[in-house]
């Protein structure tokens, strides 16, 4: 199986929020590997507490929905002649309240990445932002035993011992690899292979990573 990509512009705006996130999985993965018995705990609540959210998310959606029916059905009558003032305002802070509690039950979004996720965010993209990558002709390949770094200027090797940590986002893999090294790579940019294996291949190499390699690591 092979994998190839040739580098194009990093110009996507929507690249400095998904590269801050893709450094707070990596920051989670670090953090669970240094403290397991916390993370354990961690996830134990979070799996006991889930299911009593969703319940309760169900039960303010419901109550929502009852609350402006029966706002609708005061408001009505009492827009008909003769109007009842009462039956409106009634009504509509019934509507209101049912609306307030329905947008209550939504599920939150995930915490943004902290500060310095983004800070880093910003330096990881410095360098492909300010890149011709037209004229560097740049193309990464993924072979069985590493992968191959290829560009108008040279070519350099890395073997999948030195992979560390693979991370995903809806259009960026963050490959982390001897060390703090960091290769970024577009699914854009992925012109050979199917996107959805990537991952599955190069998790599976770090499983696998005493693999023989010959030749020098960038």
């Given at each position: 199986?092979?994998?190839?990509?040739?580098i194009?512009?990093?110009?996507?705006?929507a690249?400095?929020?998904?590269?801050?996130?893709?450094l707070?999985?990596r920051?989670?993965?670090?953090?669970?590997e240094?403290?397991?018995?916390?993370w354990?705990?961690?996830?134990r609540?979070?799996a006991w507490?889930?299911p009593?959210?969703?319940g309760r998310?169900?039960?303010?959606?419901?109550?929502g929905a009852?609350?402006?029916?029966?706002g609708v059905?005061?408001?009505?009558p009492?827009?008909?002649?003769p109007?009842?003032?009462?039956?409106?305002l009634?009504?509509s802070?019934?509507?209101?309240?049912?609306?307030?509690?329905?947008?209550?039950?939504?599920?939150?979004s995930?915490p943004?990445?902290?500060?310095?996720?983004?800070?880093e965010a910003a330096?990881l993209?410095?360098?492909p932002?300010?890149t011709?990558?037209?004229?560097?002709?740049a193309?990464?390949?993924?072979g069985e035993?590493g992968?191959?770094?290829k560009?108008?200027?040279?070519?350099?090797?890395?073997g999948y011992?030195?992979l560390r940590g693979?991370?995903?986002s809806?259009?960026?893999?963050l490959?982390?690899?001897?060390g703090?090294r960091?290769?970024?790579l577009?699914?854009k940019?992925?012109v050979?292979g199917?996107?959805?294996?990537?991952?599955?291949?190069?998790?599976?190499?770090i499983?696998?990573?005493?693999?023989?390699?010959?030749?020098e690591?960038?």
């Amino acid at each position: 199986m092979e994998f190839v990509f040739r580098i194009t512009d990093y110009s996507d705006p929507a690249l400095d929020a998904e590269t801050a996130e893709l450094l707070r999985q990596r920051l989670e993965a670090r953090s669970r590997e240094a403290m397991p018995g916390m993370w354990q705990v961690t996830d134990r609540l979070e799996a006991w507490a889930t299911p009593a959210v969703k319940g309760r998310r169900r039960r303010y959606a419901l109550q929502g929905a009852a609350l402006i029916a029966l706002g609708v059905f005061a408001v009505v009558p009492g827009l008909m002649e003769p109007r009842v003032p009462s039956l409106i305002l009634t009504g509509s802070l019934s509507i209101l309240a049912g609306l307030l509690t329905i947008y209550g039950a939504k599920v939150k979004s995930p915490p943004e990445p902290p500060a310095s996720c983004r800070r880093e965010a910003a330096k990881l993209l410095k360098f492909p932002g300010e890149t011709d990558w037209e004229a560097l002709q740049a193309q990464v390949r993924f072979g069985e035993t590493g992968w191959t770094v290829k560009t108008a200027e040279g070519e350099s090797r890395t073997g999948y011992g030195q992979l560390r940590g693979v991370f995903e986002s809806e259009r960026l893999w963050l490959l982390v690899y001897g060390g703090e090294r960091a290769l970024l790579l577009q699914k854009k940019d992925l012109v050979s292979g199917e996107a959805g294996s990537f991952l599955p291949y190069l998790q599976g190499k770090i499983i696998n990573s005493n693999l023989p390699y010959e030749g020098e690591s960038i």
